[in-house]
């Protein structure tokens, strides 16, 4: 209990509150703007936080980025335009609510359960983390290769409209990742003599281009229209959540569960999370029929699983300094320049910087509640603003977050040419969001089969040898397997009715 005093102690000073609340706001901006992602808020604050002291350093980074997730649902929300990977498993639906005229109602549900999704992580950050880490680190290159297998597979579960479509899209998407020079043997694949494209196809280009700027190109072709989204609603944010909880417990606590166990794992994070969950949500509804058209189910079991995710992937980083996302990476160095080294050592030989930033976790998912009210309110003005003025806008906001990513004109020509393929895409009923899926985990699933191959000699009876990975391998096919095993199963029961 002393220990807790003492870091209360840290956290609780003027000089830490006003830093965690100036970090809030800015979190709240980059996460904002398409292209500008948790990880960028975080690598721009790394500067500022070598004037700080430890406590207020790490309270910037872990604020700016509990606020920056959850702001890349308010583009995605309002425009169509995911300010993450992780918000474009669940764009369709947001977006169908706000063109019902209540997008209140997915940015309150985004905001409550994302809140509440990073305090429960944080709970099990304080109450298990050792546990947690110690099976993390059991998984090889093995078992990431199902668990990235079962993330893909995700793509038939979120499709709109026909699996086979849903299937086209990621296939798109890992085509797409497999350009360039990353890859296990380091030979430039479609690169076609294009110095730029050995880095590969950038995901924030392209994800920008498939949903943003196709937005653009149908406003433009639509332009005599001039549509505008039906009035927005007057009821409360929070009031409506209030019933969402009642209504959905059990999916707030499998997505935060979820979530949390998936961030635990170094290098899943919460893109993975998300996507996973929001499958989840849609195979276990009562209403699987309703998502994608403006249903928040999904966005209750998703938003919950977006934050614990962040919350989860500081588990490896300050048990075992192994970082779990790009972002507790950065975290990590920062930690090392203030002199304090993650590791089991440092629980015993500096607990109360621990306990410190445990504090500053719950802070920050509860700061999010009143800040985040304040966002909703004045981004939802945006819905005002006619298509002719607001399209170029939106289309400037596009090339800035393309050209921030590596300062390079490509990424905007990047997301022009995604732009034109998401645009044909929708104009075919294609859904978007397993090409984004396949191309942000595509260079996963090729790193760990051609690691999981060379250790095995060839062998892919290695992928079940192990129990962790046997579980997941016989889990997955199972999920490929029951739904063509009922599909087979109900041809068979109608062919002997006719």
């Known amino acids: 209990m002393p220990v807790v005093l003492d870091a209360a102690a840290l956290v609780f000073q003027p000089s830490v509150l006003l830093v965690i609340l100036a970090a809030a706001a800015f979190g709240m901006f980059v996460g904002a703007i398409p292209g500008l992602t948790a990880t960028m808020a975080t690598a721009l604050l790394v500067p500022v936080t070598f004037f700080m002291d430890p406590v207020p350093a790490i309270a910037a980074i872990v604020t700016a980025t509990a606020m920056a997730i959850f702001a890349g649902d308010i583009p995605g929300t309002l425009l169509r335009m995911p300010g993450t990977p992780a918000s474009a498993a669940y764009v369709q639906d947001a977006y ?79 085509f797409a990742a497999t350009v360039g020079l990353e890859n296990p043997a380091g030979e430039p694949r479609y690169t076609f003599g294009n110095v730029e494209l050995m880095g590969g196809v950038q995901f924030i280009p392209a994800m920008i281009g498939l949903f943003a700027v196709s937005e653009v190109i149908r406003a433009f072709i639509h332009r005599g229209s001039d549509e505008k989204p039906p009035a927005t609603g007057k009821r409360g944010i929070f009031r409506e959540q209030i019933g969402n909880m009642a209504r959905y417990p059990v999916q707030a606590l499998r997505g935060s569960a979820l979530g949390t166990a998936i961030g635990a794992l170094p290098g899943a994070g919460a893109d993975i999370a998300a996507w996973i969950s929001y499958a989840v949500s849609k195979k276990f509804s009562k209403t699987p029929e309703k998502f994608g058209k403006g249903h928040v189910e999904g966005l209750v079991e998703a938003g919950s699983s977006n934050n614990g995710a962040m919350s989860g992937a500081w588990i490896p980083a300050l048990v075992f300094g192994i970082p779990g996302d790009s972002i507790t990476a950065i975290v990590i160095g920062v930690l090392y320049i203030k002199g304090i080294n993650p590791g089991p050592m440092v629980f015993i030989t500096q607990p109360q910087m621990i306990y410190a930033v445990f504090i500053v976790f719950l802070i920050a998912n509860l700061i999010m509640l009143p800040l985040g009210w304040i966002a909703i309110k004045g981004a939802r003005q945006v819905l005002s603003i006619p298509q002719r003025v607001l399209m170029p806008i939106i289309l400037m906001f596009c090339m800035v977050g393309s050209f921030a990513i590596n300062n390079s004109v490509f990424g905007i020509w990047l997301m022009f040419v995604f732009g034109i393929i998401g645009f044909l895409m929708e104009e075919n009923n294609i859904p978007i969001a397993p090409a984004i899926l396949g191309l942000v985990l595509g260079p996963m699933l090729e790193q760990n089969f051609v690691t999981s191959m060379i250790k095995s000699d060839g062998s892919f009876l290695a992928f079940f040898e192990r129990p962790i990975a046997a579980g997941l391998g016989l889990f997955t096919i199972a999920v490929w397997m029951i739904p063509l095993a009922m599909l087979l199963l109900r041809r068979r029961k109608a062919d002997a009715a006719a």
């Open 96 to 174: 169908a609510l706000t063109k019902q005229g209540r997008p209140e109602s997915a940015l309150g549900a985004s905001l409550v359960f994302s809140s509440l999704g990073g305090i429960f992580g944080t709970l099990v950050l304080i109450t298990a983390s050792p546990v947690l880490a110690e099976v993390a680190l059991k998984f090889s290159s093995f078992e990431y290769f199902w668990l990235v297998v079962l993330g893909l597979s995700c793509a038939v579960f979120i499709s709109p409209g026909s699996p086979a479509r849903g299937l086209i899209s990621l296939f798109i998407g890992l």
